[in-house]
């Protein structure tokens, strides 16, 4: 398991927090406490931004590395998530936005969606690879969205064997500009920096905390909402006409629900929203979806269009993005065999091959033992709890509560419902 994240890319201002509850209660990694009408982020945070989407009073806010600072670097890079050509509108071709880009000062700006094509394919080599091991687990997970991966980790880790050890294409765009332009300038690889602009807020926390990278090759993320308005002026004035976007159809459709499995030739599914996912993981744990080759799951309602930092309506950028798909071919324009040789050169691993590599070292005896005991504890707070999950005490759930105050965080005397039950003895419960 992960360590605990010494930082979240979610921030809460509790200024302007009421106390409602309503983000404590739809946290998937339960790690936020509502105390003295105040929410605050007090465990491992996975930047689902599921707070962000509920929160009544606009006090959560997710953040990115925003900084113009990259522009004026002497090898900056920009890549963007393929969401973004559904957000100017019918008129604005994926060659205009990146055009757009280029404009707004970057150096160089690449194009995911043709690597996206490439990842496709080495997700198929994957598979028939895996087709011959008895012992692989189905069905694979894509490893593309960074807030299921840290989902994975944190709720269901017996799932961690059913992610490829690929990179996603985020990054493999990031690691070729480095290599490419420090071999043709002859400078360093940290010379040159690349940014992403993205429509979700977990994309900072996979370049700070990777977790099948032993680092990311991405310095930075931009919120799309953050360049908007920018490369919509840009696209109006555009006067160049360089081509930049070389992918067909497939490449683009990567920024909805279903756009990476439609360039698989395998037996897949796609699930979007932070409530069905968690639901499919569960069925998955549960060993039944093993006659499925890949799952592609995406936190965000539609796809990455349904991002925090996404700007147009995501049903109309959906449509949108379906139009270009339909305009620009639903055939992959990658050469299979110039991929097949570069996956058998290992171009598409990560430097942590295996789920083996995310374990945790080896707990002693005594270890074990204080890990028995305090679940004991916890049971024991949790038998004299009410069981009604009503977050009262500050906590999302009973249980939750329990390892709070086992843990010291909280006292029994929180709990609303046993405030008045003092004559009980329940105050003596040990919880040392």
Excluded at 5 to 13: A, E, G, L, R, T
Excluded at 71 to 87: E, N
Excluded at 127 to 142: C, F, M, N, R, V
Excluded at 190 to 213: G, N, Y
Aim: charged share 25%; proline share 6%.
């Amino acid at each position: 398991m992960p360590a605990k994240k010494p930082q979240s890319y979610v921030h809460i201002d509790e200024s302007l927090c009421n106390g409602c509850i309503l983000c404590m209660k739809v946290c998937p990694t339960k790690a936020i406490r509502v105390k003295q009408n105040r929410a605050r982020i007090e465990g491992i945070c996975i930047d689902c931004g599921e707070c962000v989407r509920v929160c009544p009073t606009n006090a959560i806010k997710a953040v990115t590395s925003v900084s113009d600072d990259f522009k004026d670097l002497p090898f900056s890079i920009v890549s963007a998530s393929t969401c973004i050509y559904g957000q100017f509108g019918e008129d604005v071709m994926p060659n205009d936005v990146l055009l757009g880009l280029r404009k707004m000062g970057f150096r160089y700006v690449h194009d995911q969606a043709y690597t996206n094509e490439m990842f496709n394919v080495a997700v198929e080599l994957y598979a028939k690879e895996k087709h011959q091991d008895p012992a692989a687990s189905w069905p694979l997970i894509s490893p593309v969205c960074p807030v299921v991966v840290q989902l994975i980790a944190h709720n269901f880790p017996s799932l961690l064997p059913h992610i490829p050890p690929l990179i996603p294409p985020r990054e493999i765009v990031a690691r070729e500009a480095k290599r490419r332009l420090s071999a043709k300038y002859g400078c360093e690889e940290d010379e040159i920096k690349v940014l992403h602009i993205t429509p979700c807020p977990a994309k900072m926390l996979s370049i700070k905390e990777p977790l099948f990278q032993s680092r990311s090759y991405l310095d930075g993320t931009v919120g799309i909402c953050d360049i908007y308005d920018t490369v919509r002026q840009n696209i109006q004035e555009l006067e160049e006409d360089i081509v930049l976007h070389h992918s067909g159809g497939l490449g683009l459709g990567w920024g909805i629900s279903g756009g990476e499995v439609a360039g698989v030739d395998l037996k897949s599914l796609a699930v979007s929203r932070l409530q069905e996912v968690e639901a499919y993981l569960e069925r998955i744990e549960m060993g039944l979806l093993q006659d499925i080759d890949y799952v592609e799951f995406r936190i965000c309602p539609e796809g990455c269009v349904g991002g925090l930092f996404s700007v147009a309506d995501k049903y109309r950028a959906k449509t949108h993005i379906q139009r270009l798909v339909r305009m620009f071919g639903v055939e992959k324009r990658v050469k299979y065999g110039y991929v097949k040789r570069l996956y058998d050169k290992g171009w598409f691993f990560t430097d942590r091959q295996s789920a083996q590599d995310l374990a945790p070292p080896h707990r002693t005896e005594s270890e074990i033992s204080g890990s028995i005991e305090r679940l004991n504890r916890v049971e024991r707070i949790l038998a004299l709890l009410p069981q009604k999950e009503c977050g009262a005490c500050g906590a999302p759930d009973c249980r939750t509560f329990a390892e709070d105050v086992v843990d010291g965080r909280a006292s029994l005397k929180e709990c609303v419902f046993l405030e008045q039950d003092a004559e009980r003895g329940l105050w003596a419960v040990d919880t040392e």
